[in-house]
């Protein structure tokens, strides 16, 4: 077999590891190991080359930006801040039809502003918010589809994990990143906004009613959330003009936000302990499958896959657009068997040098950030559709009396919001460039 067909070869057998569920990122560092061993001839040589790739991946520094990411969510959390978010957006929008689950998705889109993990924002506001929607008569399947599709604005508004990988893998500015995905991570909320709208109007029992809250404490609890402004302004407004780097950023913003919890008294030497070792379980998880990714995609570089596929294209003359959407389609597809970071990993540096080479009127930058805010959108859809939709299963194990077929339900409400803002930004590339410089 020649390096080319060993490439493509490969592609099943990384599907067959993953259905017989070895963890992605050992599916893919033993994957690229044997394809290495097979195009080289040298089992030595994939030796040397783990050698190699495990020093570089791991020494480098941008990466030390996603600890202090996942750090400073850990902390957010034992500052309280979670659940001073919920009770501000309960107190404006509680007594409105189904606003008590509006207000969960205002207060997923504040924590996802302090928390770069989807699975986090999720598991936190969960805690939060699934209680006070109970308490309220929501239905269970309503109560936690919203919850899910809520956490799903941990990895789209900024700061996100994600992203920052995304942006490693395409060299991008992380800054301006973050700064295309606020528009969108915004549309984002505001969908969620309408499709409970919709839900509740179709389904009037599945919401129940609570009393409007005095405007006195209204603004009481607007006040509480201050920490959240100060924290987001300036870890991503530090960010954006130039006072610090993004690690140097984050690693502000996990000051700060102990700091709140240990003012909050949150923090005390057993909460610390814990949040270091949660960092840690989470970082070690994340930086394996980056090196199984990277081992990967090393040995798919070899055999010119990538560089094949993108001549095709160009060779064949297809439509950018049509390009640009079957690649959508099939993260949309692919999303529902495989989490959103090892998605990332595994497809960006093969689609990217595609989509780079096509013509869409947009400078080169300009291009690689658009189409990076698109596939973190349907990559983050793959997070709320069924068979393995992760927010799901968190939300769900903290209501075993709900069936999860009532939240598959009801989550496809979210998921029509979903797409149909993946088609407008798609149709104008201008609403998730407008606020970059130039």
């Known amino acids: 077999m020649s390096s080319l067909e060993i490439g493509v070869a490969s592609f099943p057998a990384l599907i067959v590891l993953i259905a017989l569920r070895v963890p992605i990122g050992l599916a893919m560092f033993l994957v690229g190991l044997v394809g290495l061993s097979f195009v080289t001839g040298s089992s030595n040589m994939a030796l040397a080359r783990l050698k190699s790739e495990t020093y570089t991946t791991f020494s480098s ?242 055999t010119q896959v990538p560089q094949e596929l993108s001549n095709y294209v160009v060779s064949q003359g297809f439509s950018p657009w049509m390009v640009l959407s079957l690649i959508l389609v099939f993260y949309l597809i692919f999303g529902c068997i495989m989490d959103s970071l090892s998605m990332i990993l595994l497809t960006v540096p093969i689609f990217f040098p595609v989509i780079s080479v096509l013509e869409f009127g947009l400078s080169e930058e300009h291009v690689a950030i658009w189409f990076g805010i698109l596939v973190l959108i349907v990559v983050e859809v793959g997070l709320i559709t069924p068979p393995v939709g992760m927010n799901l299963f968190v939300i769900n194990a903290m209501d075993r009396s709900t069936p999860i077929l009532e939240t598959y339900k009801a989550v496809s409400f979210f998921v029509g919001s979903d797409l149909i803002r993946v088609v407008v930004l798609v149709l104008f590339p201008s609403i998730t460039l407008f606020l970059l410089p130039g």
């Not at 995304?166 to 991008?172: C, G, H, R």
């Not at 029992?205 to 006040?223: E, I, K, Q, S, Y």
Request: aromatic fraction near 12%; hydrophobic fraction near 55%.
């Open 61 to 302: 520094y941008s990466l030390t930006i996603v600890p202090m990411f996942l750090l400073m969510g850990q902390f957010a959390t034992l500052g309280g801040m979670s659940s001073a978010l919920f009770k501000a957006a309960e107190g404006f929008l509680g007594h409105r039809r189904g606003g008590v689950a509006m207000a969960a998705i205002g207060a997923c889109a504040g924590f996802g502003a302090i928390c770069g993990s989807s699975l986090a924002t999720a598991a936190t506001m969960g805690r939060v918010a699934l209680p006070e929607l109970k308490q309220y008569g929501y239905a269970g399947g309503f109560s936690t589809a919203t919850l899910a599709a809520g956490g799903t604005l941990g990895i789209l508004i900024p700061p996100s994990v994600v992203l920052v990988i995304y942006a490693i893998l395409t060299e991008q500015n992380i800054a301006k990143l973050f700064l295309a995905a606020f528009i969108p991570g915004i549309l984002a909320a505001l969908g969620y906004v309408i499709a409970i709208s919709i839900y509740v109007r179709l389904y009037p029992d599945a919401a129940g009613t609570r009393p409007p809250v005095p405007m006195a404490r209204r603004f009481r609890a607007l006040l509480d959330v201050w920490p959240v402004f100060v924290v987001f302004g300036l870890v991503v407004g530090g960010i954006y003009l130039g006072w610090f780097t993004p690690t140097e950023g984050a690693a502000v913003g996990a000051f700060g936000t102990g700091l709140i919890a240990l003012l909050n008294r949150g923090l005390t030497w057993r909460t610390l302990m814990d949040s270091f070792m949660d960092t840690a379980r989470s970082t070690a998880m994340v930086f394996f499958i980056i090196l199984g990714a990277g081992f990967y995609n090393g040995f798919l570089a070899l």
